[in-house]
């Protein structure tokens, strides 16, 4: 069965610095690989998508994630943190199958020091 | 863009109540799915459903239903609610090897 993880559920940067979230999954294929936002009390909004086109995928808000085979993972990352990046991400993989089931990880919390 | 809707962002009930939680979607979208999210432990699928009247057990249906009468509206209902059903309750739409829309979710209380 497929799985993901998201090593570390806390993560803390300070305001200009990389941000680095992880993410590892495990399948037989190449899935479909996702990473969400969610600032608090709200829904998750899609930050970006790998469907097998580039392997380095641009998103909004300045973040990107590169997905490598070899390691199978999808780090997302962004060169440098603001304050309103304080969130959780939850990485997502799926089969692209007509019932498009996701599976996501435990998320990561993000938070910004000024 | 694609909105779907979740008819209450805060809800308390009582144990043994029975419970609706409404999602409509605006899109078309064929997928329909009800999630819940507890700390720690992410989202967990409960039900999806694929088509009207479609439906599939997720991860952990225990104690849950779903209704899907129309293409834009996928209903989660808790027969009987308990505490340990406290939780966020997330409502996405996808088509097929897209991403999901989700609701702004509905946080549920059961005292």
Not at chain 1, 60 to 78: D, V, Y
Not at chain 1, 86 to 110: M, P, R, S, V
Not at chain 2, 40 to 46: C, K, S, T
Not at chain 2, 73 to 78: G, K, P
Request: contains cysteine.
């Amino acid at each position: 069965a497929q799985s993901v993880t998201q090593l570390g559920s806390h993560v803390s940067v300070s305001e200009g610095a990389l941000v680095l979230l992880r993410c590892n999954y495990s399948s037989s294929v190449p899935p479909y690989l996702f990473w969400y936002v969610q600032y608090p009390n709200q829904g998750l909004q899609l930050l970006l998508k790998y469907t097998s086109a580039a392997t380095l995928v641009k998103g909004i808000n300045g973040f990107e994630a590169e997905f490598k085979k070899s390691e199978t993972s999808f780090h997302l990352t962004k060169p440098s943190a603001h304050m309103s990046d304080a969130a959780e991400y939850f990485c997502a993989a799926g089969d692209g199958g007509a019932t498009n089931k996701l599976i996501f990880g435990t998320g990561t919390l993000l938070a910004v020091q000024p | 863009d694609v909105k779907v809707t979740q008819s209450s962002r805060y809800l308390v009930k009582r144990t043994g109540e029975k419970v609706f939680l409404e999602c409509v979607q605006d899109m078309d979208h064929e997928n329909m799915f009800w999630y819940r999210q507890d700390p720690g432990l992410g989202l967990r699928l409960i039900y999806f459903s694929y088509d009207v009247k479609m439906k599939e057990k997720g991860d952990i249906p225990e104690g849950y239903s779903v209704s899907r009468e129309k293409k834009e509206r996928f209903s989660l209902i808790l027969e009987s609610a308990s505490t340990n059903q406290t939780s966020m309750y997330l409502c996405a739409s996808s088509y097929p090897g897209y991403g999901y829309t989700f609701g702004s979710g509905t946080r549920l209380t059961v005292v």
